[in-house]
């Protein structure tokens, strides 16, 4: 047997290629964008490291060019999920007991086949398939998947070095197991990386994963699953499988083996699933672990001291990359009377600078939003607030969907701060805003905190330090990600670790090794070299 102690040292952030005009990055990814729209995919699920067909198929097609056909996945029934809990737990065994080094080098591989090989082929499926721009993509899909599986395998090794110290004559050794059982992995569409980063952040500790991707981010989860097989994770350690939300937690939850979830999506949903597993609680081999992050009404508070410029390109890149399609996109924003005129002219007048259309048009800053069912949803905001004496639209505030699901990126200005646009979760192209008394910024600061159930990003934009102080302290709970003087997106992996508490999840902040524990078991072991042979302690003694 050989043994070492294998170091995997902390990286470096992967590098953002600009794909400016003329750079080989361009060229590069409009070559595979046009290679993916002459074809049709065949997408089967990935179940015991077969590939499975059913002939029940659903349509892929890109958000803002609902006429085109991307291709088409396989769509599960209630046998394929048992199916792949079968084939997990198949794999468990050997998967867990598998050498440290030996994994980690499969998820160092993928990082770099993704690096490299598929960099173009990943960021191109996210942009056709998600209606992202190419930064969006690469930042995401690229960069932050990349960063997720260089950083996790760092993390994890600094984990399995922790020990604890041992007294004279006895050894205190600490193991770090898989769970009993598998995983279930739920991710969303908005985020490549995050599809990506929830199975494989389990499956790298020694877990089994059951993946259940959403239907309109299939198209690039069938990427990172080539590029895994080709990484070489053996066959049913991560099973992929296209089955609705509902079956799929209900036979996942009443399984003995069920051992944790791992989920990004709506808060409605995860709070179903955390309820049927309570009721399921009796049913399994130990507790389960309950990982979330499920959403946010995300604010950018202004104060009298800020700079309108500063402010203004906080809200038009915070609320409005991506479509507004972010956790942690800002969707309420306070602006202090001094500067509320100065701000709204500046927000106003970048809007009406960007472009909207086709991710194959790089000039385009706004692509589409994710389905009809969203943009219809996002209309119906925009149009309730046409009509309301409590609000008024000052920028967009027209929609269109006869090529793509296309909106204007739109600022609705209110004059009640619990407007239910400044309440409620829209997840699209829409930003309230609200103009409070500058000199009552202490009041502000209490609407703030209380307005909203969510409490995963904010931002104070400003440059008096007391009032960053007193927000920062003031705010503590308001946001698991808090920013100063900065828009509040963009959480790099390793640098802000991602998360927020209340109605916006667990917390457990991805991108840091907080989240690795989650889907360890510690066991203690103690090794006693020259065992007592009397039970009699000196304190029996009579003299």
């Known amino acids: 047997m050989n043994t070492g102690y294998f170091q995997y040292p ?43 067909r059913t002939g029940e198929t659903v349509d892929l097609r890109p958000p803002h060019e609902i006429k085109h056909k991307l291709g088409h996945f396989h769509q599960g029934k209630e046998s394929h999920v048992k199916d792949a809990i079968a084939a997990a737990l198949a794999a468990r065994e050997k998967w867990a007991n598998m050498d440290w080094e030996q994994r980690a080098g499969i998820f160092l591989r ?44 760092h993390f994890l090794s600094e984990i399995y070095r922790q020990q604890p110290v041992s007294a004279p004559g006895i050894h205190n050794r600490m193991e770090y197991r898989p769970l009993e059982g598998f995983v279930l992995a739920v991710t969303p569409f908005n985020f490549t990386a995050i599809a990506g980063n929830l199975p494989t952040s389990a499956a790298m500790c020694g877990n089994v994963v059951v993946w259940k991707p959403a239907n309109t981010q299939v198209y690039a989860a069938n990427i990172i699953m080539k590029v895994l097989i ?24 009443a399984d003995p083996n069920f051992a944790g979830i791992h989920f990004t999506g709506s808060t409605g949903v995860f709070q179903t699933m955390w309820k049927t597993i309570g009721q399921n609680i009796h049913k399994y081999k130990s507790y ?14 202004i104060h009298k001291s800020a700079d309108a410029g500063i402010a203004a390109t906080a809200l038009a890149r915070g609320a409005f990359e991506y479509q507004g399609q972010k956790c942690s996109a800002a969707s309420r924003a306070y602006l202090p009377d001094n500067l509320a ?24 800053f706004v692509n589409a939003v994710i389905d009809e069912k969203s943009f219809d949803k996002i209309a119906q905001y925009i149009e309730n607030a046409k009509k309301d004496p409590k609000a008024k639209i000052i920028a967009g505030g027209n929609y269109d969907k006869s090529v793509g699901y296309f909106i204007e990126p739109t600022v609705i200005e209110t004059t009640d701060p619990n407007y ?25 600061l209490v609407t703030v905190d209380s307005t909203s159930e969510y409490a995963l990003t904010g931002a104070i934009i400003a440059q008096d330090r007391y009032a960053i102080e007193l927000a920062t302290r003031k705010l503590a709970n308001s946001a698991g990600n808090f920013y100063i003087n900065d828009k509040p997106t963009g959480a790099v992996v390793g640098q802000q670790p991602f998360g927020g508490a209340r109605a916006s999840g667990t917390n457990d902040k991805a991108g840091s090794m907080l989240n690795l524990y989650r889907w360890l078991s510690a066991r203690s072991i103690k090794e006693t070299f020259v065992p007592a042979t009397d039970y009699r302690y000196p304190f029996l003694n009579e003299a």
């Open 420 to 444: 239910v646009t400044m309440c409620e979760e829209i997840f699209g192209p829409v930003l309230t805003i609200y103009t409070y008394e500058a000199d009552k910024f202490d009041e502000i």
């Open 288 to 301: 389960p672990r309950i990982v979330g992050e499920t959403g946010g009404k995300d604010f950018v508070l």
């Open 110 to 153: 993928a990082a770099d086949l993704i690096a490299t090989k598929y960099r173009f082929h990943i960021n191109a499926a996210t942009m056709l398939g998600q209606s992202k721009n190419p930064f969006q993509a690469e930042i995401d899909s690229a960069c932050e998947l990349i960063d997720f599986l260089r950083f996790n395998v």
């Open 10 to 52: 902390a990286p470096a952030n992967e590098p953002v290629l600009s794909y400016a005009p003329g750079s080989p990055e361009r060229a590069g990814l409009k070559k595979q964008l046009a290679a993916f729209k002459a074809e049709v995919a065949d997408i089967p699920m990935y179940i015991g490291g077969e590939e499975v």
């Open 341 to 364: 005129a100065d701000i709204k002219s500046k927000l106003v007048a970048d809007l009406k600078t960007m472009k909207m259309g086709s991710t194959e048009d790089f000039s385009n």
């Open 230 to 253: 080709e990484a070489g994770l053996p066959a049913g350690v991560i099973n992929l499988v296209y089955a609705g939300g509902p079956l799929i937690g209900d036979i996942c939850f």
